[in-house]
């Protein structure tokens, strides 16, 4: 059984950064793309970033050139790296995996993942 579990979440001031883990447990991660996707309340969920077992990385427009996506092989660790945050990008993110090679999908960032965590809060004030 896949267990993803987030932590790194906070309040930070516009401009600020963040650093948000996910600790990965029951399977290998290296054959797994891993990703985050977030939600903000009322809305719906938008994927944020995802890198596939090979290392290869994508971006959502709204993140692209402030959040890095990477992860610790032998740690079973993913990390999204957050800088230059915005009020918009407040909301709840949440680590997710998938077997399949995302970047064969039409849409790789499309948040259809079939594991996730439990979400960590991420809340950015003006």
């Known amino acids: 059984q896949v267990q993803l579990v987030e932590s790194g979440g906070g309040s930070v001031q516009a401009g600020g950064s963040l650093r948000l883990s996910c600790a990965a447990s029951?399977?290998?991660?290296?054959?797994?793309?891993m990703g985050w996707f977030r939600q903000a309340p009322g809305q719906e969920r938008e994927g944020v970033a995802i890198?596939?077992?090979?290392?290869?990385?994508n971006y959502g427009d709204s993140v692209m050139g402030r959040f890095t996506i990477s992860k610790d092989n032998a740690k079973n660790t993913l990390y999204l790296e957050m800088n230059s945050l915005k009020p918009e990008d407040t909301g709840m993110y949440y680590c997710?995996?998938?077997?399949?090679?995302?970047?064969?999908?039409?849409?790789?960032?499309?948040?259809?993942?079939?594991?996730w965590g439990q979400g960590t809060q991420v809340t950015v004030s003006s």
């Open positions: 997710e995996a998938d077997p399949r090679v995302r970047w064969l999908l039409p849409k790789p960032l499309e948040p259809d993942f079939p594991y």
């Open positions: 029951g399977y290998t991660g290296r054959r797994y793309c």
């Open positions: 890198i596939e077992s090979d290392g290869s990385t």
